[in-house]
Every structure is written in structure tokens, then in C-alpha cells.
């Protein structure tokens, strides 16, 4: 197939639906966990679940980048703007991820984030977040790339300038390659707040939990392996779940038929008693990936010793750090951050969420509180988030319909 069309073409999706049902042993259920937020957008987007027979029952994972950014997080990066007067610039959907109350000191004044405290939001409980601290006069910019940081500092010589780094494996050689041009330019107003994470650490994370290793709680019979993040790691390190834990993983693409197909394997992988990685994104994924990123990446980053995930708490070795040799571009040493955990909403159910236990609707925040244009927690934000894909596609298929009875 060449063209996008193609891979949404509804009757071959329908079609692999069947043979799915067909293939499904009468005895037993089939639990696959999508990691990516991209194919949780898909499953919802195009109905995907109702195409499945209802023996295979798909768990959201926690690969949505904002999602698992933790409040404390992003904090940081609002107490940088506003104490430390510097320019931040992140990512779109960063923008609107609930950060502290917004709530002051009771008489006003100074907000402990920095700023002041504007009168009407004195003694609220809203949540801060870097929109809202621009709406406060914050200087906070929107950028597409991490280039566009770069170029903002070139073009701010006097401002200090800090790119504010989220994202999984796929957005983290942009960011290795500004920095490393940063340092080529020898740009002194440049640092990065670096928040990338590593899909395979949060992966090892989830099958060691106790939900899953104790209670049975989160029942994982195989994975679909990301997209986009494969390209760059290859599919070798997902070797280790098949061999270790005997969990079969296929790596798919974002389209729906791409969906439907790794579905297909995994049934057959689980039928067959077979735990490997197959790969069905042959078009774009390899197994030892994007080499010249992978060494862009190992050349700026190391391993972090532990990193705080919303949902899945501290998780060791899951995050990347700057490495010493770049440390005049780590906004963490120059701005001397310490990083505090900070607990999300109390009724707030994005960790159950992203850690497979509860589902959008457990939430009694869902749709009402908590909507797409004021999310009171990081699932409602993005696109890929649970609750925002739910929110835009799915919740219909909630609601009973009633044929109105002729008066
Ligand atoms: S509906 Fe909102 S508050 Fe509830 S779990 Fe989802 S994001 Fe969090």
C-alpha cells in the first residue's frame, strides 16, 4: 500500500476484524496493552475496539508525553519563567498540562512560583499551568521544534532563553542536536529543562507491578510497540520483554488497518504459545533503528538514576539527564532546581489511568469537571491522552441510545 487512505480503508479493517474473531480460542479472553498515546488517538478514532470480537480487550498504556509529565515538572519550568525572567519555550500541548493550585499566599502578594498573585484567583484552588502563567505576563512561547528554541536565542542575546524538553525517545535527538549546536555556537543565553523518557524502562516498570506481577489486577498477555519511538531504538530492546517476561510484542504502525494487523499477530503469538517481537511498521521501523540519533542522543544524555512519572511514580533509570560535559546548557544546574513532587488532583484518576487499572470513565471528573478546554488532569490535555481521545470519540458509544416513541 502507498498511500494513507489505504491503511483506513474500512472493509479490510472489518475484514481483519473477522479473522480475528475467527482465530479468538472460545476459551479465553486476550488482554494487549497499546504503550503509545498514538495508538490509544487511533483505537478511538476509528472505533477499533468495536471492530475487535470481544474476547481481546485493549488496555491504554502510558506512552502520551504529557500525560506522564509530572506536576512538579512543570513547576519547574512556570518558577523559571516567572522567578527567574527567563524566555521558555515548549511544545503546544505542554502549554495547557494542569501544574500547583494557582492559589497564593491568603492576603496575595507574591505567588511561590513567582509573580504576583493576580486578585481574582486569590484562595482558588485552580490549577496553575504555563498558559495560564503567560496569561500572568510570564514570558512562555510556543514552539514546533526544538530548533525554534535555538533561534529564539539567538535572536534574545540578552534574555536568558530555556527550551523546556518533553517527550519520549522520537523528540529527544532534536534536542540532543540543539544542544549540541548550542555548544558548537557557543551560545551562553541557551539551556535545556531536560524531561525526556525512555519507553523501555516505563515497560519494565508496568510488568513489574504489583497490579500486574501480584494481583493479576492489569492482565497483560502482549504489547503493540510504539511507532514513531521504534524508529529511533530499532526493535531490539524490546527482545527483552518476549525472552524475560514472555510477552509477545508486535510493533505497529499509527493507521488503523496497522492497529488491526498487530492484533492479528498477537492473537496468533498467544494461540501459538509464542512470546517475540514481530514487527509490523516494516515500513519505517528496522531493528537497530536510527543509528546516527541513537549517537547524537548517547553524546548529549545519560541515564538518570530515577525520575518521577505521573501515575507510575519514581521509576528508576526511566529518564535521561544532561551529560557534564554540556552542563553550561542544563537549566537545572543553572537555574541550582531541586525537584519537588507535587500530588495530583485528589480526584484525579490519570494514574490509575496510565498505569492500565481504571479506564476514562472510572473518573467522576470525566466530561463534566474535566474537559478537553479545561483539563483538570494531564490525560484531558493531549490528543493521545486517555481521556481526551475518549472525551472526542469514544464517549458517544457510552450513552444508551433510546428511540423517542411516537406521541
Ligand atoms: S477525566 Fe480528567 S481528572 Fe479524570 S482522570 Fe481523566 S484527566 Fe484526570
Redesign the pocket.
Known sequence: MKYVDEFRDGALARGIGARIAAEVRPDRRYSFMEFCGGHTHAISRYGIAELLPEAVHMIHGPGCPVCVLPIGRIDQAIGIALKHGAIVCTYGDTMRVPASPAAGPPQGGQHPLGGREPQASRGSTESLSLMKAKARGADIRMVYSAADALKTARENPAREVVFFAIGFETTTPPTALVIQQAAKEGLGNFSVLCCHVLTPSAITHILESAEVRRFGTVPIDGFIGPAHVSIVIGSGPYEHFAEEYRKPVVIAGFEPLDVMQACLMLVRQVNEGRAEVENQFVRAVTRQGNLAAQRAVSDVFELRERFEWRGLGEVPYSALKIRAGYAAFDAERRFDLHYEPVP??K????G??LRGV?K?T??????N??TPEN???????SSE????AH?SYGRFRDVELVAESAA
Open positions: 495530583d488532583h480526584q484525579c484518576e490519570c490509575a489511568i481504571k476514562p472510572d473518573c467522576k471528573l470525566f466530561g469537571v474535566c483539563p483538570t488532569g494531564s490525560c484531558m490535555v491522552g486517555a481521556c481526551a472525551y
